[in-house]
């Protein structure tokens, strides 16, 4: 279910006044009216359920007051973000998305899919295979509309889940930034077109994992020798049989399947 992600907190008496885009945002595409309910995610991290008290078209301003009960009734159809949350927090798995820097478009679709599947951090890694102006692009004003789609595609999808796009990295830096994280509960693989010397995700992942890292390649892959650079930093190659993926579809393709594999422990 849809969230909207305040930049405000809410005032003493529970009120958050919303303006600008986000006006245009919630009259436009939520198409709220006075009455309506909706969740609302504040800088603290937590969610609230609040009711549109009032819309003033004149400055368009729109007042959204916390409800006394937040744990009952939300935007009437579908799936309630509430819902969402809690059964993440029950999971309580930490998601980490290394993907080797594709082109633009590719990367915001990259993007978008791994903040609905619930990623915590996207590492873009500029790999021999990535193209400079592509890792430019990245460096420069397109990383604030990468962080506008996360912010969208958060309030699409609901996700609690706080994700956030890190600045490019080489391969090198990226295995001593998940080293510096990684504990005897984290687990990483690397998606690998070729077949050798991979293993399952069954016999990689186990019950006690609480956090994941997932190397996806950009156009090309990835080349051999940052694959084995990964794997002495820890990530396990992984192979999955079949048709040779699209790099934005490797990246959904395979946090999905983490993602299940671990769920069914």
Known sequence: MRQFISSRPADRKGLICVDGKDYRYLRQVL??????????????????????CEINEENRIITLQICADTKNGSITRGVQAG?????MEYTGIEYWLFQYIAKPVKMEQIVRQATECGIRFIVPVAGSYSQKQNVM???SGKK????????????????????????????????????????????????WERNENTRRLKEILTSETVRVAVAVGCEGGISPDEVEVLVQG?????????????CETAAVYGIAAVQSMLGEM
Request: net charge negative.
């Open 137 to 139: 692009a990245l460096q």
């Open 31 to 52: 198409r709220l009216r006075s009455g309506d309910m909706l969740s609302v995610r504040l800088p603290d991290g937590s969610l609230q359920n609040t009711t549109v």
């Open 234 to 246: 820890g990530f396990v190659p992984v192979h999955f049989a079949g048709n040779i993926l699209r």
């Open 144 to 191: 604030e509309r990468i962080e506008r789609i996360i912010r969208e595609a958060r309030q699409q999808s609901g996700s609690p889940v706080k994700t956030e796009l890190l600045d490019p990295v080489t391969t090198e830096e990226a295995v001593a930034l998940w080293k510096n994280v990684c504990t005897e509960k984290s687990s990483a693989v690397v998606l």
């Open 83 to 87: 819902e969402i949350e809690s059964e």
